[in-house]
């Protein structure tokens, strides 16, 4: 019998499958808690079996003074500063998302400030320490993905701005140039030390969709991050030329997808159903592209019964078919309002599925 492993690597390569590939996903802080109380542990994971565990470049900040990070906005007393130097507050009643505040926003950044911005480095021995990592990992027989979303869009528009770095990318100011190539010269490095580490999966991705459409058009994705997307994936295959390439990007993707795929990208994570049909995915790219998620966490997963928990499962593998080509799991976190009987019910599916 296979590994974990090795049955998620052939599935995900639309090679056959043994037992059907589930990813519990994340969960937020309440259902942690009710796990615990449930089981006594944390091994979420482990307890739906899921067939990888996740890793990551160490990333060191190289700014020192967030008054200097932020000459032109004072930050709330509760702001956490992450390493690219994007401050984080906390907002009431909001499990995960939180209030971003921008260090070179505003349209009187110059470009000098764009150009001396303090990006993160990564940190000393990051590559020796991941591959440390992802050997434990597959010593216990299971795939190893290295966190890297965020690639080139959002960690640029974290920085700069959403409102501001769209305007500078329509206009061709050269802001939008310097800061994304910058940008996009970081996620080359991080890409190949996972790659060089011997991680099986690279998780890239940012968020080009919305609920209902894309969030810019294929004509400035194309021209603008497009080909610096191109050139992290080709730094990551020309190292471990067998790396899988996860992207994610939440909402409706669907005019994206056959660029995606040209440029190298193995796999589509969430697809959600509620902002595009699986079939309708599927008949467009199926068998060209693996999937990852799929199950709604606005729709089925909070408000439908087990048994329509049931049914999206299978339809969805019925739909890959003996080749695989799909791992099941939540689209998203997996808030408060899903209900353990929903959660089982997505597990006890994929280990019940017959074609």
Request: with cysteine; aromatic share 8%; proline share 6%.
């Amino acid at each position: 019998m296979t590994t974990p492993r090795e049955n998620l690597l052939r599935s995900l390569r639309r090679r056959g499958f043994e037992t059907v590939p589930v990813d519990s996903g994340a969960f937020c802080a309440s259902q942690i808690e009710a796990f615990k109380a449930r089981f006594g542990h944390e091994d979420i994971a482990g307890y739906f079996g899921s067939p990888v565990r996740n890793c990551s470049v160490k990333q060191r900040a190289t700014w020192s003074d967030p008054v200097k990070l932020y000459p032109r906005e004072v930050l709330p007393a509760n702001a956490r500063i992450d390493a690219m130097g994007v401050a984080h507050s906390q907002q009431p009643d909001c499990y995960h998302m939180t209030r971003m505040h921008h260090p070179l926003q505003g349209q009187e950044v110059s470009l000098d400030e764009v150009k001396n911005y303090p990006l993160a480095s990564i940190a000393p021995g990051a590559g020796e320490a991941l591959r440390q990592v992802a050997d434990g990992i597959h010593s216990r027989g299971l795939a190893t993905m290295a966190h890297q979303a965020c690639t080139i869009w959002e960690t640029a528009w974290y920085i700069r701005s959403m409102e501001d770095l769209m305007a500078d990318m329509m206009t061709g100011d050269e802001r939008a140039q310097v800061h994304l190539d910058r940008v996009t010269a970081h996620a080359v490095e991080s890409i190949r030390t996972s790659s060089g580490a011997g991680v099986d999966i690279v998780q890239l991705g940012d968020d080009i969709g919305m609920q209902s459409t894309i969030m810019m058009s294929l004509e400035l994705w194309r021209h603008w991050l497009k080909p610096r997307l191109a050139q992290v994936i080709r730094a990551g295959k020309s190292i471990k030329p067998d790396l899988l390439i996860f992207y994610h990007s939440c909402g409706y993707v669907l005019p994206f997808l056959n660029d995606l795929i040209e440029i190298g990208v193995d796999i589509l994570n969430p697809v959600q159903p509620e902002c595009m049909k699986f079939d309708v995915v599927h008949r467009e790219v199926g068998g060209r592209i693996s999937f990852w998620g799929t199950v709604g966490t606005q729709s089925t997963l909070p408000f439908g019964t087990p048994a329509e928990v049931r049914e999206v499962v299978w339809a969805n593998l019925r739909a890959c078919g003996k080749q695989g080509g799909i791992v099941i799991a939540p689209t998203h976190m997996v808030e408060p309002e899903v209900p353990w009987e929903n959660l089982l019910a997505m597990k006890q599916a994929c280990e019940t599925f017959r074609l």
